[in-house]
């Protein structure tokens, strides 16, 4: 309790302030608001210990790509690798394996070179993802058409292939003549889905 002093300290137009001590409650709050704020000026602002609005933000949006990269991986490790995905990742993933790899039989745009044209709708070893996959991943050993399947894996033969497919019909200039059986509509990449 506090005490009471009845010493007047003012008094205006019979209104008298007597000199009373505060509450004990309410003067460690006060103090304890003090002691508070230099810990947290301290802490947040001399020492930089906390996180401050600037790095949590960083800390949960870094969190949130983690979480998102994982389920997209997710995503492509539960996919189905029989027939062609458009999933940008896959397509992009695609063409640069297909660009490191192949362009230098098929030509950059696979419009064909030593190998064949991939985008029109003439086939050697038939228009289906699956023959694509069937010949990426055996080969053509006789005809110069290397076996894939020892150096990328399913998952990246199943990426170029969809990438294949995401350019066909694609009429990339100056063809290399039509090779194999004309099958139509296959140049197209939504042939046969
Ligand atoms: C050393 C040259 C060479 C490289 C490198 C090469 N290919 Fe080929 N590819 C060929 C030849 C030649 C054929 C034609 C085979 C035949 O005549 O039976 C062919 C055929 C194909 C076919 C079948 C075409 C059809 O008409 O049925 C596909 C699909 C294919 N290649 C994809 C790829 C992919 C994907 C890569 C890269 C991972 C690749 N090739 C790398 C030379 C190559």
């Known amino acids: 309790m506090a005490k009471y002093d009845e010493t007047v300290v003012s008094e205006h137009d019979g209104i008298q302030e007597l000199d009373n001590q505060l509450p004990r409650w309410w003067v460690i709050l006060f103090k304890s608001s003090i002691v508070f704020a230099v810990l947290y000026m301290l ?74 044209n991939l985008t029109d709708a003439y086939w050697i070893h038939g228009a289906d993802f699956e023959d694509n996959m069937q010949v990426i991943s055996k080969g053509v050993l006789s005809k110069g058409m290397q076996a894939w399947e020892s150096s990328l894996s399913l998952r990246q033969r199943h990426a170029v292939a969809s990438y294949l497919y995401s350019i066909r019909g694609s009429n990339p200039p100056d063809p290399r003549a039509p090779e194999g059986e004309l099958i139509e509509g296959s140049d197209s990449p939504s042939y046969d889905l």
């Open 43 to 116: 802490w947040f602002h001399v020492l930089g210990l906390g996180d401050g609005q600037e790095q949590k933000y960083a800390t949960l949006k870094a969190q949130a790509e983690a979480a998102q990269a994982a389920r997209q991986s997710d995503l492509i490790a539960s996919m189905d690798l029989s027939s062609p995905s458009s999933l940008a990742e896959v397509v992009n993933e695609g063409s640069n394996i297909y660009q490191a790899n192949c362009a230098s039989c098929h030509h950059s745009t696979a419009r064909g070179l030593i190998g064949p």
